[in-house]
């Protein structure tokens, strides 16, 4: 597994090693022996598979109590997925980052926990998949604005995206709890 370090500290792009012949390939998403010597050592309790057609956007999401760590994959399509760092003690706190995730690529994002997460979707559809280290809580969920004018996140647009109304909602990044 390849491990490349991000601008936010924690966030990682992981690259499995892919085993492929003219019957298809095989890889190794999750193991958890080679995770820890990448430095994850968290325990994941649930697995998450979204199916979302281009240009459906959802996000920012996170859980201020029950915080969850999320390792992200794309099975089939590509996505533009979003970190917002929302923890007050990092020297990135405020600031985000996008990367290209794909079923072709397959290319894995984990993120610890302290931050917001969000994706849109670039192809025609896309099944994304992730685990998360903690239960989804409802009652703990929040949303960051994803146009909130002050991050000013570049989605990557082609077209109008498609927002939940819940998603709609979102607090703007001054107003939204954070961690410490």
Known sequence: MKKTETS????????PRVFGDDRGFFLESYNERIFAELGIHEKFVQDNHSYSGRNVLRGLHYQIK??????????????????????QSSATFGKW???RL???????????V???????????SAHVMYKTTDFY????????????????IDWEFDGKPIVSPKDQRGQKFSECEKFR
């Open 114 to 124: 302290g931050f917001a997460h969000g994706f849109l979707v670039a192809s025609e």
């Open 8 to 15: 936010l500290p924690g966030v990682l792009l992981l690259e």
């Open 97 to 99: 980052e996008s990367f």
């Open 137 to 152: 809580a409802p009652e703990h969920e929040r949303t960051l604005a994803w146009n909130d004018p002050v991050l000013h």
């Open 66 to 87: 029950q915080p969850q760590g999320k390792l992200v994959r794309v099975i089939t399509g590509e996505i533009v997925d979003i970190a917002v760092d929302l923890r």
């Open 102 to 112: 794909s079923g072709e690529n397959k290319r894995m994002l984990w993120l610890p």
